[in-house]
């Protein structure tokens, strides 16, 4: 019993001492995630009025309007139910001013100003955004950044003014390693359900035949790598699955090992970008990836290019004899203890039966206490893209005056013209664009369906040509009177070869499959 009480009181010190070496690392990952979040917020910003403005296809007001009744009806708080600062107010104003302020804060956490107490900001904002986004902010990568943001609050210093040129040596160490542990969840499961899905294409290396075709928006580079032999893009599959489930062992192996896990998460990170658009996340993951470099191994040249210095180490000591026991029940010791059970229950959940928690192996009590916290969304199962997507339907919208002669509007980043070049848009993520990919994916439009409620609001747009829906689309053939008729139609799209495209100029080629939508009228 004795002896049982020493070790665990040294596992205790050791989480609660300083870690020493990461100090560069610590204030490069800080900065980094600040530039995220000022990138993700700006993003929204720019969408933001169309998708859930007072006049947007899911307005932020009816929803959280909903919220309130229903809290009041059962007793309960709506802010658990829907934590957001838009329970006070969802005026446009205030929903713009909130992005504003966002990124203000953000600007000035990557200056090092206030990091603690701005991340802080930053998580409970962009946590009000992801909560009144509805289904245009419930993506992985959403969750993703509130999870690496809210760690980040325990991480980063709290002080007036953090030093770029000697970043503080004294870096906490259990907050560093639930990042570490995070990075890890997130990288395993990438490949875990890949493997676990059924799929074979990810057994047989196809599903890198059908990926740049299919991806939600493919950039020109895409075209290209879809035009080499068939032989080397099945190869280029082996070598992701070993990263991602092979490489984030490495992070619990030491220093050196960390580091080549660091090299090749960010490899694959970077390709990733050179061949598709996802958003923020693969920015988000190179940036996580800064916790598994020691200080020992940034190059002096690029310190030199940052004008950073290398810190003096802090000085490791244990604590008092009780100490330990008060570096628990303190508050940074029972939030770290929570996030760590917490997150062993999505992982355990994850690996009995690949997707949900419904057999969940561990304690009835933290499943309970999951549930709670999960509106708080800042802690989740990730695992991209398990199934391969081996066709590529394409929803075209078309408006009409005397319901005979159809014009089609075009979306400015989904392919529509056959002759428009795939381009880049990343960082940026266009989520209506983002959401009518996976809507093609269901086949039929279906009034009980997710997306039912966006997708009438978009119609009904288009027939009142209103200007917030009308923004999203670069061609819109009614300017001057909206149409008296709307249909969606579906279509299969598929990259041309390089034969065709010299001969047409096409990047794609398409052929007609169903009706996506039928023909309605405003009365409708």
Not at 386 to 394: A, I, L
Not at 422 to 449: K, N, T
Not at 491 to 515: A, I, N, V
């Amino acid at each position: 019993m004795i002896e049982q009480a020493s070790r665990t009181k040294r596992l205790f010190c050791w989480l609660r001492a300083p870690l020493s070496g990461c100090a560069i690392s610590r204030s490069l990952l800080v900065r980094g995630l600040a530039l995220v979040y000022f990138v993700a917020v700006l993003s929204w910003w720019v969408q933001m009025q169309g998708l859930v403005g007072s006049d947007g296809l899911l307005p932020a007001a009816d929803y959280l309007e909903q919220v309130k009744s229903y809290a009041s009806n059962k007793g309960e708080s709506a802010f658990l139910l829907a934590p957001s600062v838009f329970l006070i107010s969802s005026s446009d104003f205030v929903l713009h001013a909130a992005c504003l302020l966002a990124l203000v804060i953000a600007v000035m956490v990557a200056a090092g100003f206030l990091q603690g107490q701005g991340l802080a900001m930053l998580w409970l904002l962009y946590l009000s955004l992801v909560t009144t986004g509805g289904a245009f902010m419930s993506f992985q990568w959403d969750m993703l950044l509130l999870e690496v943001g809210f760690l980040a609050i325990w991480l980063a210093p709290w002080k007036l003014k953090a030093s770029w040129r000697a970043p503080d040596p004294n870096v906490p160490r259990w907050s560093w390693w639930l990042v570490r542990w995070l990075l890890f969840r997130l990288m395993f499961f990438a490949g875990y359900v890949k493997l676990t899905s059924g799929d074979s294409s990810w057994w047989d290396g196809t599903a890198m035949l059908f990926h740049y075709e299919t991806q939600p928006l493919p950039p020109w580079t895409a075209w290209w790598m879809q035009q080499l032999p068939d032989g080397f893009n099945q190869f280029t599959c082996w070598p992701m699955l070993v990263v991602e489930l092979i490489f984030p062992f490495f992070i619990f192996m030491g220093k050196h090992l960390r580091l080549v896990a660091a090299i090749g998460i960010s490899g694959l990170m970077l390709l990733i970008m050179a061949t598709g658009n996802y958003t923020y996340f693969n920015g988000l993951t190179i940036v996580l990836c800064f916790s598994l470099v020691e200080d020992q191994f940034w190059p002096a040249w690029f310190l030199k290019k940052i004008r950073m210095e290398q810190p003096v180490q802090g000085v490791r000591s244990d604590l008092p004899k009780s100490g330990w026991i008060w570096s628990v029940m303190s508050l940074r010791g029972l939030v770290g203890v929570m996030l760590l059970l917490l997150s062993l229950t999505v992982v355990g959940g994850q690996l009995v039966d690949g997707k949900t928690l419904k057999k969940n192996p561990m304690p009835e009590w933290t499943s309970q206490l999951y549930s709670k916290i999960a509106p708080f969304r800042s802690m989740g199962a990730y695992g991209l893209f398990r199934v391969m997507t081996k066709q590529r339907p394409e929803i075209i919208f078309e408006g009409s005056r005397d319901g005979r002669r159809w014009e089609q509007y075009r979306l400015k980043y989904k392919p529509g013209k056959l002759d428009k070049r795939p381009r880049f848009v990343a960082p940026h993520q266009p989520r209506l664009d983002w959401q009518l990919w996976f809507a093609a994916l269901e086949g039929q439009y279906h009034p009980q369906s997710r997306n039912a409620g966006w997708m009438n609001a978009l119609m009904l747009g288009l027939l009142e040509g209103s200007p917030q829906v009308l923004d999203f689309f670069e061609y819109q053939p009614f300017r001057d009177r909206p149409p008296k008729y709307v249909r969606a139609k579906l279509y299969l799209y598929e990259f041309t070869t390089m034969q065709e495209r010299r001969e047409s100029g096409r990047w794609w080629k398409r052929k007609p499959r169903d009706l996506y939508f039928p023909e309605i009228r405003k009365r409708d």
